[in-house]
């Protein structure tokens, strides 16, 4: 996994918005096969990801909705799969 940049505040809990930010990096790597430009701690809640600055809760929720995308493709392409071998099994 590459390294990036990181600023931290002090009074920020870092475990929870790592574990945020490494599952955000996670999901968007499996959906568009990069890593993401820019990811920086921002501190006290805050992170800047690809130019946008947003609390880690908005991340959170913005990996949620990455996630469910991730899904949704992965089972289109399962079904074009299915198809593909229905198919050249008749």
Known sequence: M???PIIC?????????DRI???YVETYKALYR??????Q???E???L?????????ELELLTRQLQLE????RLRKRSLVKRLLGWFSN
């Open 41 to 43: 701690h921002l501190g």
């Open 70 to 73: 991730l899904d949704s493709d």
């Open 21 to 23: 930010v490494e599952q």
């Open 9 to 17: 505040g002090t009074s920020e809990p870092m475990g929870n918005t």
């Open 49 to 57: 990801i690809n130019g946008a600055r947003m609390t880690v809760r």
């Open 45 to 47: 809640g805050w992170v």
């Open 34 to 39: 990069r890593a993401p430009n820019e990811l």
């Open 2 to 4: 590459p390294q990036y």
